[in-house]
C-alpha cells in the first residue's frame, strides 16, 4: 500500500515535532542547574505562544473576540490562570450570542 502525499507530511510533521521536543530536552538535561533567567524565559513560552494565536483574534474579528481579550487581560490581574482560560471561553460565547 503507497502513502499519500498528506500522509507523508503528516508523518513529516509530526518526526519534526518530536525533534523539537527532545531536543530541547537533551539540551536543557546537560545542565546540572538552570539560570533563573533561562528558567523565567522558558516559563514565558506558554504565555508567548498563546498570545500568538489569540492577538490576531482580537484586531481582525469582530467585537465580541476584541471584548473578550479586554475581559481576559483584566482578569489575569486577579485570578489563576485557568480561571482567566475558562472566563474567557464564557465571555467569548456571551459576547458572541449578545454582540453577534
Sequence with gaps: MELSTTT????AGAFATYLT?????LVLSRF?????RVNAGLN???AA???TLVA?????TGPAETATIIVAFVAAFYLPMMA???LGWIAVLAF?????
Design 8 to 11: 507523508w507530511i503528516i508523518l
Design 21 to 25: 521536543r527532545i531536543g530541547g530536552h
Design 32 to 36: 546540572k542547574t538552570i539560570h533563573p
Design 44 to 46: 514565558a513560552v506558554p
Design 49 to 51: 505562544v498563546l498570545t
Design 56 to 60: 490576531p483574534a482580537a484586531v481582525f
Design 84 to 86: 482567566v482560560f475558562v
Design 96 to 100: 458572541r450570542a449578545l454582540i453577534g
